[in-house]
């Protein structure tokens, strides 16, 4: 579809169809009788695209697979996305942590479970993580949001106490038993930003947290059926959509009272005629990215065969032997240089959900982090290490396809570098992207907005960025 200067005025128009750009039209949808959504690609979704990228039958998530911060998301929560197809599948353990002499670690949905398995760290484990379990709405209400409000101040002290250490810090203190040193290690590496920065603990406590209020859940038939629903959502409230549609400049949209872009800032600087200040854009190159991603995904004879059993239950996998070695990793490409013993995020679907796969056959999907925009190829380098804990990995592949960082910035320009964060999420930007201001939502222009995962709560499936943009012009 081509647009013409005499198509109708549009009370908003929203660029890409992420999680936060599908969110963003639908709260504005609520409240606005003509809204737009315009998405580059022939098929929505952003960080939420399923595709059969090895052998036909065998669907692949290419970015988001385990989502235990969209199945929590209030935002989502609000919309009944079951009655729009949506459906979570719940893996037996969330996630299993293993070691190259079979044994292993593991987040059991059951916090009690959990602490019993870590033995002389149990207590430990489920004093720090018990009081966040039983209130994680709360604790998620007060920090995915622009500005952390204390509105449970004691809930919010007593986790500033703990989240604000480093993993080095906390994680040390805490648990004398190294595996499950490593367990906390590999749960804060989701992070990309180096163990020893201040707060990084905050990212092990939530994502364990959620594993035993909520689950690591995969979407029934892929992620892509995540962004299917929420687009029903927008549509049935008279929305419309437009794929196939990249916006270069202005002129490439039509007219419309408000903007919302689900870009990141240097995407949005690449857009020709927004009249944006010269002040704000200076602002906006100074924003600051993080490492890259690389990316594979495999069509299997068989499920893994893991030495550890525990791990055949796991809807994740976390491969790192060690908390040493899984903080060299992070550290290395942060420093732009590429890890002899890379750390490994795997996720295994099929075990889980049938329709993923032929009958008798299974997929899997992992990433290591790399440094920003490298085009190294870790193939090797991540099958073998998955053979050091699943020997005969190899022997079982039907199929692979893999992503470079480079690689994965051309398939997402959002994930610029190959940081499929949209941005550094350390502590000194993670409430100030992607500009410290009261309203981080609002550009210079008054009826310009950005959406993004560059704007707070930040990285992760929950469209709290998209709604928080949308409810803020609404409000």
Partial sequence: MTLTPDQKHYDAVVV??????LAAAITLGRKMPSVLLLEAKETIGGGCRSAEVTLPGFVHDICSAAHPLAVSSAFFRQLDLHQYGLSWVQPEIPLAHPFEDGSAVFLHRSLDITADALGRDGR????????????YEKLLASILRPIPFPSHPFL???????????VDGLGKRKFNNPQTQALFAGLAAHAMIPLQQPATAAFGIILAALAHAVGWPFVKGGSQKLADALSRCFLDRGG???????????????????????????QLLDIHGLGLSEHYRQRLAGFRYGTGVYKMDWALREPIPWRSDICRKAGTVHLGNSYEEIAASVRCVNQGDISSAPYVMLAQQSLFDPSRSPEGRHTAWAYCHVPHGSKADMADAIEKKIERYAPGFREIILARSAMSAAAMEIYNPNYVGGDINGGKQDIFQLYTRPVAALNPYRTSQHNIFICSSSTPPGGGVHGLCGYYAARNLIK
């Fill in 240 to 266: 419309e959509i437009m794929t196939g549609h990249p916006v270069h400049s202005l002129d490439d949209m039509p007219r419309a009272s408000q903007y919302f872009f689900d870009v990141t800032p240097r």
């Fill in 156 to 166: 919010m002290a007593r986790f500033a106490s703990q989240a604000l250490h480093s």
């Fill in 16 to 21: 890409g169809s992420g999680p936060n750009g």
């Fill in 124 to 135: 430990a484990y489920k004093d720090l993580l018990a009081p966040f379990v039983r209130n």
